[in-house]
């Protein structure tokens, strides 16, 4: 879809040093960045990126988990011209309304599951799960057990980057820094079984990993636990996917103590898993869902709340009014692209197609690398993959940190036009959706080469047998 010729006119050393001189880049060591220098992504199509030095890259990634459709989606661009024409900003806050905004908010209430019929628009993940925090203890509020307050979250979990969203987040790098987490926010442990819970079965060591959160609300005191919440898969963590007992023992859990259920879909929603939304694929009733990325495909920035009809009610029949919103709650441009883009999804058929044909298929190549002498543990869940690379694949022991091998594979990943991102030494895919099997072998191919790249550098250097 894109031009012949590129809008780019600058060489990429000349961009290099300007973004180096005033560019300060998300979770990113700036010093280290100066040394190398950027990669300048320039143009993209389909699955497909180009770099300022004509490199053409495969963006196992979807970006940053969000191009769901694909690049390019001329759909897409049109939906954000007519609408930018037409009508580029309006807000919702002076009992006013926008079409666009109205009319996903009729969408997202038929493609979410049926408790779901309210919406509340952000901009981000982040300001998702910002309002998600504000909203369950205004709802306790009305109904009328303000101590109500605690919510429980996982270690190791992501949900942004805001005050809140990094405090319900389970990352210690980021609460040692700005005095993280906020009051009443408190972290069990994740299911994450290679590295918890080898010594059991992933069945049995799922309900143990659930029955931490049992442990935590007796811990704080029930009447005290405002909500918990969790990704169906941990993303940012590594693709951790929970063993298929987990999350039914979490809602039962939930249920025993009257607890809010809330299910981040930001990465696990709109298709990635193989269903609209993570928590039917791993079978909870959540009583809020946090989205954003895979909702526009990340072509123009849009978040929000999904509440379900419990927390809906109280607040519409007894909450006057919630002093919460944003400038751009509803943003015209961004909810007409939404529109378009689940238009797309339903055209494309890409839920069902994840779920029957391009995520079995994914994890069938995924399966094969599983011998290779660095990997102790693949898992895939849709179009979602992990592989563990270890010292020791018998008994699953892993390089010493400081030795970065994840680093290392990502190097190799890089140089060989492949973007795959390295969590720990866990390397880690979400593609798009639109991926074709040719395009998975095509991927498996370069995942492979990588691996081996990476054996030999390590023997190498002689940190490994
Ligand atoms: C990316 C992400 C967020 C944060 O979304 P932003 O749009 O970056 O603010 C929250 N939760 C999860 C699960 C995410 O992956």
């Not at 979770?27 to 497909?48: M, P, S, V």
Request: hydrophobic fraction near 40%; charge should be negative; charged fraction near 20%.
């Amino acid at each position: 879809m894109f031009e012949e010729t590129p809008l780019n006119t600058r060489s990429t050393l000349d961009l290099q040093q300007a973004d180096t001189r005033h560019f300060l880049h998300p979770f990113t060591d700036h010093a280290g960045l100066a040394r190398k220098g950027a990669r300048i992504i320039e143009r993209a199509e389909n699955i497909y990126l180009w770099d300022s030095e004509g490199q053409k890259i495969l963006d196992a990634m979807s970006g940053l988990w969000c191009v769901n459709t694909g690049y390019g989606q001329q759909a897409l661009v049109d939906a954000a011209t007519r609408q930018m024409k037409e009508l580029p900003f309006y807000n919702a806050f002076f009992q006013t309304a926008t079409v666009p905004a109205i009319e996903l908010a009729e969408l997202l209430a038929e493609v979410t599951p049926p408790q779901f019929q309210h919406v509340f628009f952000t901009c981000s993940g982040s300001e998702g799960n910002d309002t998600i925090v504000r909203m369950v203890r205004r709802y306790w509020d009305v109904m009328g057990e303000p101590a109500r307050k605690v919510i429980i979250s996982r270690k190791n979990g992501y949900h942004g980057s805001t005050m809140a969203g990094a405090s319900l987040g389970g990352m210690s790098g980021m609460h040692e820094q700005g005095g993280l987490p906020i009051p009443d926010i408190v972290h069990i442990e994740q299911p994450h079984w290679f590295e918890l819970g080898r010594e059991h079965s992933r069945e049995a060591f799922g309900l143990i990993a659930a029955g931490w959160l049992e442990a935590k609300i007796l811990e704080v005191g029930p009447e005290r636990v405002a909500a918990f919440i969790g990704e169906p898969v941990q993303g940012a963590g590594g693709v951790i996917v929970p063993p298929s007992t987990y999350w039914p023992e979490i809602q039962r859990i939930c249920d025993k103590y009257g607890i809010l259920l809330v299910s981040d879909e930001v990465i696990c929603g709109f298709g990635r898993t193989g269903n609209w939304f993570g928590c039917e694929t791993f079978g909870t009733r959540p009583d809020l869902m946090t989205f954003a990325k895979g909702v526009t495909s990340g072509y123009v920035p849009l978040g929000g709340v999904m509440v379900g009809e419990r927390v809906a009610r109280a607040l519409i029949e007894k909450g006057g009014e919630f002093t919460h919103g944003f400038t751009y709650s509803g943003h015209p441009v961004s909810c007409a692209v939404a529109i378009a883009n689940i238009g797309l999804l339903r055209e494309l058929d890409l839920v069902r197609r994840v779920r029957e044909d391009v995520g079995p298929y994914l994890a069938q190549r995924f399966l094969e690398i599983e011998d290779h002498p660095l990997v102790g543990e693949v898992q895939t869940c849709g179009m979602m993959g992990a592989v563990q690379l270890v010292k020791d694949k018998t008994s699953g022991a892993g390089f010493a940190s400081e030795l970065e091998v994840g680093m290392v594979c990502r190097g190799h990943c890089f140089g060989n036009g492949l973007i795959m991102r390295a969590v720990g030494d866990r390397m880690i895919i979400a593609p798009p959706l639109v991926m074709t099997r040719e395009q998975i072998d095509e991927m498996m191919q370069l995942i492979k080469r990588c691996l081996d790249l990476t054996l030999n550098d390590l023997r190498q250097r002689g940190w490994f047998k």
